[in-house]
């Protein structure tokens, strides 16, 4: 069974720094900041419910989160949903990440006091901003002169004196500024620019998302005598860059004839591992009991709190103007699952975007309920003409019980 829903979060691109889903916010997505009081007290609740519970610890860069203002750094129109860990248009095409991606990073480069940090990708200037409060230093670049432009007027009005910000191509760094202790990079090259590691203090740290369009998995990198010790961490989705960069991909999706990866699960990345190409994982198992029904492995969706975050999503480029309709296939299996209101229902849910990234409709396998075995389903969606993009969200989304999810497979019906 398909069908459509009007959840008010898929209205919104979820976009610069990873899908995200607002099922099972509960009080984090209630009100308007509309007072300092207001504004800190839904800050509170989101570091708590989404920064804290998703496995952040770090006590500076959770108290940096409290601190920092939000709702300063999204437009106006959009500031009733500051606090959500959610992505918002920026304009450009380009989006302010979700909070929980912006605690993960930086808390993965160690901030200290003295640290001298280089930002690629200023964005709105939230990274930044959290990031000044944490090192001595921030110099960030971006590349959409608009962007970059209003950032700096930001960081003025907001006294972010510790902030120095320029328009340019950040891959090239800010060599007369070099080296620095930590870099952060927020837009996802195929491979990672040779200047930034020059830039790279030695003891240095670096994070940034690698790969390819809609594969992409954050990498730490530590330079230990003048060389990169890398480690994989998790997936992860930006949207496109702006630039020559992009354009230079070798590797470029085909929105003609859509596809997902590791929808078998067979494939994983970082330590722990946990099935790659999926993001924003929340509550989910990576199974090996022997009793997948295709191959080795496949997931599991366990929740016990009515509402809570249980997901995992993944992007991929469709083009509605050549593809009319999708073929859905998995297998499924359930065990005491129970929906908790409208949005907390277990599904698979594509989520289509326009060349703007402006949501443009849902279509969905589901919901389920119950307790079955494994079974296999197919089921054929609509594609909206106006859609460019797509993303794949899978789990319980807030209902509660067990649900298990193998050789998910999504392409043309062959219109």
């Known amino acids: 069974m398909t069908r459509k829903t009007s959840c008010h979060w898929f209205k919104t691109f979820p976009g610069l720094a990873c899908f995200t889903l607002l099922a099972g916010l509960g009080a984090a997505a209630e ?50 949903d500051a606090y959500l860990d959610m992505a918002l248009p920026i304009g450009w095409g380009q989006t302010i990440s979700p909070p929980f991606i912006v605690a993960y990073m930086t808390e993965q480069i160690d901030p200290q006091p003295t640290d001298k940090v280089l930002e690629i990708g200023t964005g709105s200037g939230y990274q ?44 090239l760094g800010w060599p007369e500024h070099a080296p620095f202790d930590k870099i952060i990079v927020t837009c996802s090259p195929e491979k990672v620019p040779p200047p930034l590691v020059e830039q790279l203090r030695e003891g240095g740290r670096m994070i940034i998302p690698v790969g390819e369009r809609y594969q992409q998995v954050f990498h730490l990198l530590v330079k230990k005598n003048g060389k990169l010790e890398v480690e994989a961490l998790r997936p992860t989705n930006f949207v496109p860059m702006t630039g020559q960069a992009e354009k230079l991909r070798q ?42 029904p295709s191959g080795e492995r496949y997931v599991k969706f366990v929740n016990h709190r009515a509402g809570a975050r249980c997901q995992a999503l993944q992007g991929f480029a469709v083009d509605g103007r050549k593809v009319k309709s999708l073929q ?40 389920w309920r119950g307790t079955f075995p494994w079974e296999r389903q197919i089921a054929t969606v609509r594609v909206p003409p106006k859609a460019r993009e797509a993303v794949v969200r899978i789990g319980l989304f807030g209902a509660t019980g067990e649900l298990s999810l193998d050789a998910i497979d999504i392409a043309s019906a062959g219109n």
């Open 31 to 80: 009100g308007v900041a509309q007072t300092r009081q207001e504004a800190a007290a839904a800050r509170n609740r989101m570091v708590d419910q989404e920064i804290v519970a998703a496995g952040i610890t770090n006590p500076r860069v959770i108290q940096a989160m409290r601190d920092t203002p939000r709702h300063e750094f999204v437009p106006k129109q959009l500031r009733q």
């Open 328 to 367: 859905v296939s998995l297998w499924r299996r359930g065990q005491d699952i129970r929906p908790s209101g409208p949005e907390g229902q277990p599904l698979l849910g594509i989520l289509f975007y326009d060349e703007n990234r402006a949501f443009v409709g849902e279509e969905i396998v589901g919901p």
């Open 251 to 292: 590797a470029q999706p085909d929105p003609t004839n859509p596809r997902i990866a590791n929808g078998d699960f067979e494939e994983g990345v970082g330590n722990p591992p946990e099935p790659a190409v999926w993001y924003y994982q929340r509550q989910l198992e990576w199974v090996a009991d022997g009793k997948a």
């Open 128 to 171: 930044a901003a959290v990031l000044s409060r944490l090192v001595k230093e921030v110099y960030t670049i971006e590349i959409v002169e608009p962007l970059g432009q209003r950032a700096a007027r930001d960081f003025k009005r907001l006294k972010y004196t510790n902030i120095y910000s320029k328009i340019g191509d950040g891959f």
